[in-house]
């Protein structure tokens, strides 16, 4: 079993700065890709930014040139900084890993964090 644990969520004023980070842990061979989404309650979780294994990043237009996501194959750790934060973005916010590996046999699966919340104040 593979689990992932965030932390950094918390309340921030409008302008501020955060770090969330993210730890995969268990049965781990290897990992395609991890991310971050959020979600604000009675809506959709979105796609914030994602980083491949290979270091290839993805951005959603709205965090563009505010937020950056790095990681460390190493440690099976991604991390999210997030500068100049707006009351829009405050939500829950959910690290994922995809095409997990635990083994050389059977397919890979996908998992995701139990999430960390991050309030902006304006």
């Known amino acids: 079993q593979v689990q992932l644990v965030e932390s950094g969520g918390g309340l921030v004023q409008a302008g501020g700065s955060l770090r969330l980070s993210c730890a995969a842990s268990?049965?781990?061979?290897?990992?395609?890709?991890m991310g971050w989404y959020r979600q604000v309650l009675g809506k959709q979780r979105e796609l914030v930014a994602t980083?491949?294994?290979?270091?290839?990043?993805n951005y959603a237009d709205s965090v563009k040139d505010r937020f950056t996501i790095s990681g460390d194959n190493a440690k099976n750790t991604v991390y999210l900084q997030m500068n100049s934060l707006k009351p829009e973005d405050t939500a829950a916010y959910y690290c994922?890993?995809?095409?997990?590996?635990?083994?050389?046999?059977?397919?890979?699966?996908?998992?995701w964090g139990q999430g960390t919340q991050v309030t902006v104040s304006s």
């Open positions: 268990g049965s781990i061979l290897s990992i395609g890709a």
């Open positions: 980083i491949t294994s290979g270091g290839t990043t």
């Open positions: 994922n890993a995809i095409r997990v590996r635990s083994s050389y046999f059977g397919s890979s699966k996908g998992y």
